[in-house]
């Protein structure tokens, strides 16, 4: 299975009780259990396949602040200073190095969307400069740019996918967590109207809160409760080179391509400027939510059909605490990448850069991004069950935000004073965001 991540081996024993249930074992997930642990609070991380199998261990690895829309940028502050830390906090190598952010722009439209960025980032107090041609030059010797102008933040940076979610994961285990792989959450049960235990397929977990970190996932679990979460699933696709020398030092995103310097020496590439957005019968129904988004980002959306449009038509959408769940039967969301986009992505790469020409490709992967209407994740209490937070829709930003949002979340389902204001992550300010009057599935009252 593509990409390779490192293996967490999940613990054998299921634990009879904790305090905390995480459920899913992404960055937002594995950073929760990691902070939560490390309180001295007794958590259990459930994931339903490998940890960091899914969108976590498959994005283009930067950590940044730079770019963001303006509710997320003190999250992404607070981040960064705790990307800084976790390779001495939990004694392992998340890859985080703060390296430099470059966005290039070439048109007229890049450089009025590169003057909106800057603006926003000297509000939040980000360092940025800004680059003209011969800064361009500086920054990227021997390079052949379409950019004329660009925008550098020095000390955003970036962490290896395949290596930071599992060491956190370990982290947790070392502070006390326990780790399950291969553990499908396939419901709760409440009591007065609060978690008081989660459903899993080896058995029943007491707790007294939980967090839903389950990245695409999220809608569908949601749903079996009677919550309606707006979010769609969009597809990426993602190569990785051989090491070679005379590349880009610092990561570059223009209107056309995302690359990023990797740990190996070799780089992360990424076609930027049209997003695939799978064609589904559940993004039919949720299609008046996301109008005004898809009008928006008109030329930056294209839709794509492949067997995901069958595979949501046949999956279930309601099913019982005892019923092997739609989390069992697809361990891990593993989409075969555009191979077309990544062709062209690597041959502008490639002209922009020569010392890459005919650089080997390692391998080439896909992946589903978890987004919301409005592009900005929820990280919210959910309505109507007491002791459940929702962490999700990150919308193509959450690894540089996993150790800051999984921290936020769990310090909301423990009562702990938040890192950041929650406020621009509730969920009610989604239209139609909603719990339906009665719960289905496996939410057992009384249970």
Partial sequence: ???????????????????????????????????????????????????????????????????????????GIASLTLWAGLNARIGRDTGFRRCGIVYGAGSAREEAWLDRVEAEARRFGLGVTRLDRAGLADHFPGARLAATTALMTADDGRAEPALAAPALAEGARDAGAAVLTNCAVRGLETEAGRVSAVVTERGVIRCGAAILAAGAWSRLFCGNLGIDLPQVRVRSSVLRTAPVAGGPALALGTGRFG??????????????????????????????RFAAGLRQNRREISLTVDRSLIDTLVTPRRWRGDEISPFERCRVLDPAPQDRLLAAALRDVCHSFPALAGVPVRERWGGIIDVTPDGVPVIDQAPGISGLVIATGFSGHGFGLGPGAGQLAAELATGAAPLVDPAPFRLARLPGARRAAAAAGPLHEGA
């Fill in 1 to 75: 299975m593509r990409p390779w991540v490192t293996t967490v081996a999940g613990d054998a024993d299921l634990p009879e009780a904790v305090d905390l249930v995480v459920i899913g074992g992404g960055i937002i997930g594995c950073s929760a259990a990691l902070w939560a642990a490390e309180q001295g609070l007794r958590v259990a991380l459930l994931e339903k396949g490998r940890i960091a199998g899914e969108q976590s261990g498959r994005n283009w690895g930067w950590v940044r602040r730079m770019g963001r829309a303006a509710a997320e940028y003190p999250l």
């Fill in 259 to 288: 690359i990023r310097p990797r740990a190996d020496g070799g780089y992360t590439v990424a076609r930027r400027g049209r997003t695939p957005v799978q064609l589904t019968h559940d993004l039919l129904r949720q299609a008046p």
